[in-house]
């Protein structure tokens, strides 16, 4: 069971993490590599491949042996306090990725300024007036649908308060067996419509988020640009509606099993497992299809009315981005743009409201986890 | 419509906008009653001073091209309302003045500068529906 339950977690956090960590050089648009400015064709040079090249190896071979690593103890160490090492090593794992992408970041740095593919007078900005007055975005109205799965949760527990047992689990471990026993009280009972409340102000933050960001649109073909933005948007957004939904039902659901309406062990071990696999695959299968801002989005479609040709490239703003990471740029005024690595966005960190914004999110997680501990104990 | 502006150009970028926005009624591009971004959101998509776009918009308002409403936000005039007043009038004659003022010391005849104007008056009547 064991051993199982090991392979288990590994195909839940470690394969995908590893996935994701190593195609964020292809999902990103062709325009930025590593956190800088290229022209599109450079993806024909031969050392640019070669630094696409060794940065997926490379992170597919030390990901795997971090892996492989921390799940030794696991095998060996018959005891609970061996699965700490799991978590750790996730963030191991992230670390790693910051160390590569650092030095590819630097390498394309000195082959941009030896190749000379610094354009000073490639400033060009293009903005469709019209995006916003098309569809761009999923409807907010799906939301209600987290309203009415949070209250269904209070209304059962209130019903059926009853009907609990005195004594309820606190989690289960790896073997299905109860971890520890508490008190059953309407306080402790609450715990599932607050993770639930919580994950829904997640989620319509992460919402508001896609609908704020910045428009982009390549001057090299903006008319397409400009679709593949507003698609992958509008495709995103039904994906953090969708993630909501499942997690806040999982948390419904556990909150069932404590009630003793699910009896069997292995559905209340494998469900969040399960749903956590879906929603890492779900987004590993997405960044594929859409690409950072929908740039693989329509491919083969012709372009849609430019004449524009390919000569123009985006506005180079390297300068703004410290380490092709972090966005400086008080001339800007939109806080939220889109990352130069991987998929989704990041704040403009010359603007007091990302601060305000970050600062009352860390606020959240921390009230958040100690209001948890208080109602568990 | 797509707004293409050249932060690098000697052109200021208020300038800029504001006869992109002008060209787009012209050529159909921007039709009667079209709603445009609002000064804040068309700045952050820009990446500009929200200062930029309000000096822009606020001339483009004062020329009767746009309307801008407390709830509805802005939109382009309806065509009735874009017209030729006294006021233009006067302020296309102070306009013209050195350019042709420049044109007539260059020995340029008024034919060739009449052409000039009218092959610019039919491409405008041309490009309607493309894009600039």
Redesign the interface.
């Known amino acids: 069971m064991k051993t199982s339950v090991v392979l288990l977690l590994y195909l839940t956090c470690y394969i995908p993490t590893l996935i994701l960590i190593a195609i964020n050089p292809y999902i990103t648009r062709k325009t930025v590599f590593f956190g800088v400015c290229i022209p599109e064709d450079a993806h024909s040079n031969a050392e640019i491949a070669a630094i696409k090249k060794s940065y997926r190896n490379k992170t597919l071979l030390f990901g795997g042996l971090i892996s492989i690593v921390s799940f030794l103890p696991s095998i060996f160490i018959q005891s609970e306090a061996a699965y700490s090492f799991l978590p750790a090593s996730i963030f191991l794992l992230v670390a790693m990725m910051y160390i590569f992408y650092f030095k590819c970041h630097n390498q394309v740095k000195i082959l941009k300024s030896r190749m000379n593919w610094i354009d000073?007078?490639s400033?060009?900005?293009?903005?469709?007036?019209?995006?916003?007055?098309k569809k761009f975005i999923a409807s907010p109205l799906w939301f209600i649908s987290y309203l009415f799965l949070i209250t269904i949760t209070i209304i059962l527990t209130y019903l059926l308060y009853d009907t609990i047992p005195e004594k309820i689990p606190t989690g289960w471990n790896f073997n299905g067996e109860v971890k520890g026993w508490m008190q059953k009280s309407y306080k402790t009972l609450l715990w599932a419509p607050i993770v639930q409340s919580f994950i829904m102000i997640i989620m319509v933050f992460s919402y508001w988020m896609i609908g704020k960001a910045?428009?982009i649109?390549d001057?090299a073909d903006?008319?397409k640009s400009?679709d593949q933005n507003r698609s992958f948007r509008y495709i995103w957004s039904i994906y953090i509606i969708t993630t909501g939904f499942v997690l806040i039902a999982m948390i419904g659901f556990i909150q069932l099993s404590i009630f003793g309406l699910i009896k069997n062990k292995l559905v209340i071990i494998a469900l969040p497992q399960v749903v956590v696999l879906g929603i890492v695959i779900g987004s590993i299968i997405l960044s594929l299809i859409t690409g950072q801002g929908g740039s693989r989005l329509f491919r083969n479609k012709a372009s849609v009315?430019?004449?524009y040709g390919n000569k123009i490239s985006r506005?180079d703003?390297d300068k703004y981005w410290k380490f092709g990471l972090f966005y400086f740029?008080s001339?800007?005024?939109?806080?939220i743009v889109e990352k130069r690595f991987g998929i989704g966005w990041t704040n403009n960190w010359a603007r007091p409201i990302s601060w305000i914004l970050t600062i009352g999110l860390l606020v959240l997680v921390i009230g958040f986890t100690v209001l948890s501990n208080k109602l568990t104990k | 419509m797509l707004l293409k502006l050249d932060l690098q150009s000697e052109i200021p970028i208020y300038m800029q906008l504001k006869m992109q926005i002008i060209e787009g009624i012209a050529t159909g591009n921007l039709s009667a009653g079209e709603p445009l971004p609002s000064v804040r959101q068309l700045a952050s998509d820009l990446g500009i001073n929200l200062h930029t776009v309000n000096k822009a918009y606020t001339m483009l308002k004062q020329d009767g091209f746009i309307i801008i409403h407390r709830q509805k936000g802005v939109v382009v005039s309806p065509s009735e309302d874009i017209t030729v007043t006294n006021e233009y009038l006067s302020q296309l004659k102070t306009n013209l003045r050195p350019i042709i003022t420049e044109a007539f010391c260059r020995g340029m005849a008024i034919d060739e500068f009449n052409m000039i104007c009218k092959n610019i008056f039919t491409e405008l009547k041309q490009t309607g529906g493309e894009i600039l």
Do not use: H, Y
């Open positions: 000073e007078n400033q060009v900005v293009i903005v469709d007036t019209t995006f916003r007055n910045k428009q649109i001057p903006p008319g400009s009315g430019s004449d506005r703003d740029n001339e800007d005024p939109s806080f």
